[in-house]
């Protein structure tokens, strides 16, 4: 989708809600920079006159699989959750660059639209940008965009369709990206303190400076759950809306005094450059990354491969070879099979025990299984399958187990067993940080309530990637 210079000026804003004079109460005073750095883009959103503000937001409705615009023709909000009913905004939806937008989402196959607002209020995210900017300039429509659960490159291909809506409509469009960045800077902060915070502020900052979104693209999502981080989608999406175009990048300010990092950023298009293509730099690194996986793969992920294109191609079962190693063709174990696709989980099904007469045939059964039957994600189909992530575990023996004690989360994987019900987790696992979360996740997973009596077993896995 070719982007035009509809879109001029691009910032990235944070939301602490004690900016607000009436709601800071004196404690805005700490962050000085972060309000004159607002001024400042505000002043320019005046000069720049937009028909249209687009603003991405963490805290409106937000789904898994799902990009949420807001429908209708306006919204109102107050900061009535932070004490102060009496701060209140009403904005104009632009309604026709909504349908345009959706329609556009539609075409390019990302899950985004008007569907499923639980809440029809504005939400901080969104007030506190327009706070500022409403000093200075009233005359324009807005449209409000929630992030979601979505993979980062679609997020930024989301980000094309908005630019790709402002062209077709002839409009001129003002991008803010609200976010803030890690609620973990300090101790005494209201999350507390990760190394993974200040880390984490530091790298994407940097990469704000420099305008390199590819950084953003491939931040490990591991990493950034760690940090708590929460406006990288909406600068994804941004830096989507600004694909192929040269730009002027600043950061106006930073500051972190409550332990939380907010930055403001100016993107200025400065005129066209192909080398700033970046989802389709994406595209390229990101087949080579996997091309070299399955040059190097062993013959367990090979055969979870090969079996799921076979069937989603051919509609078939692969034969198993004998040429296979004895191992697979001669011992019986449970194994699961899980595939990713964009860094994101994209299926997994597995075998607690052998359920069939060799490790070869339950690899195939779950591979099959797993790109298919898993219900928490739409059947694999041919254009996925060269985008996807293998991984192959085949399970020890369980032992049962006295206490969580006794678990260690990169080792062994649990199970919870109530009667017929059980639940079962696999060991080191990205987000999984201690066994209490494990073993939480694992009762979840089985319906089984914390405080109802169950048993745990634990298990070792070989894992083949």
Same mark, same amino acid.
Do not use: C, H, R, W
């Given at each position: 989708m070719k982007n035009s210079n509809f879109i001029k000026n691009t910032f990235i804003v944070p939301h602490p809600p004690l900016i607000i004079p009436k709601i800071g109460r004196g404690q805005e005073i700490k962050i000085e920079k972060t309000i004159k750095a607002y001024d400042e883009i505000a002043k320019k959103i005046a000069e720049l006159r937009p028909d249209t503000i687009v603003v991405t937001t963490p805290h409106s409705i937000m789904y898994s699989d799902y990009i949420h615009i807001s429908p209708g023709k306006g919204a109102k909000g107050d900061f009535g959750e932070f004490g102060e009913p009496g701060v209140k905004f009403e904005a104009d939806y632009d309604t026709e660059f909504v349908h345009k937008l959706s329609e556009l989402a539609e075409q390019k196959d990302i899950p985004a639209g008007t569907l499923g607002e639980r809440k029809k209020s504005l939400d901080h995210g969104t007030m506190i940008p327009l706070y500022f900017v409403n000093k200075h300039y009233t005359d324009y429509k807005l449209v409000r965009i929630g992030i979601s659960g979505l993979s980062f490159i679609e997020h930024y291909n989301f980000g094309r369709c908005i630019a790709g809506a402002a062209e077709k409509l002839n409009r001129k469009v003002v991008f803010i990206a609200s976010g803030d960045l890690s609620h973990m800077l300090k101790d005494e902060g209201p999350y507390g303190y990760t190394d993974e915070?200040?880390?984490?502020?530091?790298?994407?900052?940097?990469?704000?400076?420099?305008?390199?979104?590819?950084?953003?693209?491939t931040f490990n999502e591991e990493f950034c759950e760690a940090a708590a981080e929460c406006g990288l989608r909406s600068f994804i999406m941004m830096a989507g809306a600004l694909d192929g175009k040269e730009v002027y990048s600043q950061v106006l300010s930073y500051e972190g005094p409550y332990g939380v990092g907010y930055a403001v950023a100016s993107f200025e298009v400065t005129g066209e450059n192909e080398m700033r293509c970046f989802g389709r730099l994406y595209k390229i690194e990101e087949e080579n990354r996997l091309n070299r996986l399955r040059e190097n793969e062993d013959e367990y992920v090979r055969l979870a491969r090969k079996t799921l294109e076979r069937y989603v191609l051919h509609h078939n079962k692969i034969e198993k070879s004998d040429n296979l190693p004895a191992e697979m063709l001669n011992n019986k174990a449970g194994v699961f099979v899980s595939l990713k696709m964009n860094g994101q989980l994209r299926g997994c099904i597995g075998t607690v025990s052998a359920a069939t007469e060799c490790i070869a045939d339950e690899i195939i059964q779950n591979a099959i299984s797993a790109g298919l039957e898993d219900p928490r994600f739409n059947p694999v189909t041919k254009k996925d399958l060269n985008k996807i992530q293998y991984s192959v575990d085949v399970l020890k023996e369980a032992e049962p187990i006295e206490s969580i004690s006794e678990l260690d989360i990169k080792k062994y994987g649990v199970i919870v067993k109530n009667g017929r019900r059980?639940?079962?987790?696999? /060991?080191?696992?990205?987000?999984?940080?201690?066994?209490?979360?494990?073993?939480?996740?694992?009762?979840?997973?089985?319906?089984?309530? /914390?405080?109802?009596?169950?048993?745990?077993e634990r298990f070792e896995v070989v894992r083949h990637i």
């Open positions: 915070g200040p880390a984490f502020d530091k790298e994407v900052t940097e990469a704000m400076k420099s305008g390199d979104f590819m950084s953003f693209l059980s639940g079962l987790l696999l /060991p080191n696992l990205e987000g999984i940080d201690t066994p209490e979360e494990q073993v939480s996740i694992a009762l979840k997973k089985a319906g089984i309530d /914390p405080d109802e009596n169950y048993n745990m």
